[in-house]
Nanobody, 121 residues
């Protein structure tokens, strides 16, 4: 069984910064792409940032220049550094990863439980 657990959310003032972390644990053979999504109240879940196993990254236009995604493959961990936070960044942030396990033939799409980020003065 694989679990993704996020941490690092909280209340931050506009212009502030946060660093989100997501650790994958369990019987893992390989972690492929790792992503951060977010979902604001009343809105659809949106892709925020992507990082491949090779370290290539991509960002939503809404966070480009303010967000940095990174990963530590030795720790099965992905990070999202968010700077210059805005009220519109308020959302539940979810970690997502494509992970291969010894017991399942094909890689599977796993999700974390989410961590709340609130940007408000």
């Amino acid at each position: 069984q694989v679990q993704l657990v996020e941490s690092g959310g909280g209340l931050v003032q506009p212009g502030g910064s946060l660093r989100l972390s997501c650790v994958a644990s369990g019987s893992i053979s390989k972690i492929y792409v790792m992503n951060w999504y977010r979902q604001a109240p009343g809105k659809q879940r949106e892709l925020v940032a992507v990082i491949t196993s090779a370290g290539s990254t991509n960002y939503a236009d809404s966070v480009k220049g303010r967000a940095t995604i990174s990963r530590d493959n030795a720790k099965n961990t992905v990070y999202l550094q968010m700077n210059s936070l805005k009220p519109e960044d308020t959302a539940v942030y979810y970690c997502n990863a494509i992970i291969a396990t010894p017991s399942i033939r094909n890689p599977y799409n796993y999700w974390g439980q989410g961590t709340q980020v609130t940007v408000s003065s």
